[in-house]
């Protein structure tokens, strides 16, 4: 039996605490990765899992969240992966249709680089994984999927280690319909969703999407 999400809070930028407030339900598993445990802090949640090594955490926080029931994970400080990374392999095959990573974008561009590249980290093929900050949402795309928003929010696609052919979109300002988009072209950019919903589908290969959304009148 699938579990339905994963989400998981990284020790990065959260730029809308709201909108992630906002899209957790009742049966998501949350995941504290070492300092992230921070915006779950922020939004009144207390996770079910907080892994990492720890360096980002008090001691007496972690003993506190242990009794009241969290499931600790810890690893050495001095690793050959990241946090998130060790994170991401130990929720892969455990069943989740759904995994969204909060808080893994801006501050250092090394880091927000290769969390990008752990959206293709092996095993999570069949996982539905979207890195999201509260303002931008970032996925890979391989056959079809949809984005959910409000009309006005950007869609940018760009295609991933070579061209991407037969794309299809649904709720796009500027439809594809069976087009390619290639690596150094930008046709993809700045796109924009006309409802609530929008669909891409891909014949062959990958796309990145970015999704921003719209700031909220303050």
């Known amino acids: 039996m ?34 992230g445990l921070c915006h779950l802090r922020t939004i009144g949640v207390q996770p079910h899992l907080l892994i990492g090594d720890l360096d980002s955490v008090d ?33 892969a095959g455990q069943g989740f249709e759904e995994i969204r990573v909060v808080a893994a974008l801006g501050g250092r561009l090394d880091q927000t680089l290769a969390n990008l590249s752990l959206l293709e980290l092996p095993g999570l093929e069949d996982v539905d994984v979207r890195l999201d900050d509260g303002h931008e949402e970032i996925l890979i795309i391989r056959g079809s999927i949809k984005i959910e928003g409000r009309p006005g929010d950007t869609i940018s696609l760009l295609a991933k280690d070579g061209c991407t052919n037969g794309i299809v979109t649904e709720g796009l300002k500027y439809p594809l319909n069976r087009e390619t988009l290639c690596p150094n072209r930008t046709r ?7 409802s609530e919903q929008a669909i891409v589908r891909v014949a062959s290969g990958r796309l990145l999407c970015v999704h921003t959304r719209q700031r909220s009148p303050s």
């Open 188 to 194: 993809g950019i700045s796109n924009e969703m006309l």
């Open 59 to 91: 001691e007496g926080e972690v003993e506190a969240l242990q009794l009241s029931g969290v499931q600790i994970k810890p690893y050495p400080v001095e690793k050959e992966e990241t946090d998130l990374e060790l994170t991401l392999l130990a929720l």
């Open 2 to 35: 699938q579990k339905k999400r994963a989400v998981v809070f990284v020790n990065g930028v959260m730029e809308d605490h709201q909108v992630v407030q906002s899209m957790l339900v009742a049966d998501d598993y949350l995941v504290a990765v070492d300092g």
